[in-house]
């Protein structure tokens, strides 16, 4: 049995058209719980579809989406930063 996981998904793209078309892609998967956040409960090898089908999108030198899971003991990562992030656990980053 897969098992889905809660990711919460936000982005900050500056370019309107490229912000709706964003939006409307993780719609198809998600539920929108802010402005720029959803809620997906997805396979993982569906998040990284998706992931890739948003990051073709966006311009990622000023853009970012990020993923995070959430679970009973973690929170992971996933996405592009525009950003130097630092963070203390630096393998729970996964930059694309």
Known sequence: MISKVAYIISYDISDTKKRNKVAKVLEEYGERIQYSVFICYLERKILFKLLERVTKLIDKTTDSII??????QTAIIYGTL???????????????
């Open 82 to 96: 525009k950003n130097n992030v630092r963070k203390e656990k630096p393998e729970t980053w996964n930059i694309i």
């Open 67 to 72: 993923a995070m899971a959430i679970t009973d």
